[in-house]
């Protein structure tokens, strides 16, 4: 069975369900996803809006005590908050972001009282002129754009980062609901202690210069998101890119065998 998820700024009561970006709810679908939902969480850290305030995502099968004792005592929202009704929706201001940035538009559909959203992504896409890492502002760690084959521009990181980019890299470490083994289809299948390590920080999207000093974890974060068996990464001459992951292979094998 799927387990469900939600983008929580736990600082403002706010929550931003995927679906609202037209992408589905699981972590290794809106995780990969470029130009939806982690496109709009990475943007909004990337200024005033969110940046600094204290992010988890949080699924359905989520526990008390995925949230440390700490973040619950300061924002009372514990790691049960995927059901928490008091949190606001933050769907319109997530697609707000999006379409501002020129990373998609988008077009809904009224289905059985419910609009249901599609991202059309940007052919083209304007970069912001700044340079940025994702950071965590309390364990003073950082994930670089470019160690997932990504650029560092604001702008590119957003529309490129899915499929393993850098907007994969943070979902997975702030998966809260996902902290030593996946719990239902659609989870990150790792043990790592590494998934989930950031849910709950304060988090920002901020310029590089401003991370001097900060640990860069994100060659652990490849190991990791690699260990699932989702996806792949090759390194030469100091460069990273993405590689076709192993599922893709035998997608490709099956289909030829049919």
């Not at 204290?54 to 995925?66: C, N, P, Q, S, T």
């Not at 940007?122 to 309390?138: I, K, N, T, W």
């Not at 988090?203 to 860069?216: K, S």
């Not at 060659?219 to 992951?245: K, N, W």
Request: a negative charge; aromatic letters at 6%; glycine letters at 12%.
């Amino acid at each position: 069975m799927g387990h469900y998820h939600r983008i929580v700024n736990l600082t403002q009561h706010q929550v931003i369900t995927p679906m609202d970006t037209g992408v589905l709810d699981k972590l290794l679908e809106f995780g990969q996803s470029s130009a939806t939902a982690m496109a709009a969480l990475w943007l909004l850290l990337g200024r005033e809006a969110w940046c600094g305030d204290r992010i988890a995502i949080l699924g359905y099968e989520g526990r008390r005590h995925d949230l440390s004792p700490e973040v619950v005592a300061e924002t009372g929202h514990d790691g049960t908050a995927f059901y928490d009704t008091t949190l606001r929706c933050a769907g319109e201001l997530a697609r707000s972001v999006l379409v501002e940035r020129g990373i998609c538009s988008f077009t809904s559909e009224a289905r059985e009282g419910y609009d249901v959203w599609r991202s059309h992504p940007s052919e083209e896409v304007r970069p912001a002129g700044v340079d940025v890492v994702a950071a965590d502002l309390d364990r003073h760690e950082v994930l670089d754009p470019v160690q997932f084959g990504d650029d560092r521009d604001l702008h590119l990181a957003a529309a490129t980062g899915g499929l393993g980019g850098v907007t994969t890299a943070l979902t997975a470490v702030l998966a809260g609901s996902n902290k030593l083994g996946g719990r239902g289809g659609g989870d990150f299948c790792s043990t790592d202690p590494i998934i989930g390590s950031w849910a709950g920080d304060h988090i920002g999207v901020v310029p590089l210069a401003a991370a001097h000093g900060f640990t860069d974890i994100s060659a652990e974060v490849r190991r990791a998101l690699t260990g699932t068996g989702e996806f792949a990464y090759r390194e030469a001459a100091g460069r990273v890119t993405r590689a076709d992951p192993p599922w893709r292979a035998r997608a490709i094998s099956h289909l030829d065998a049919g």
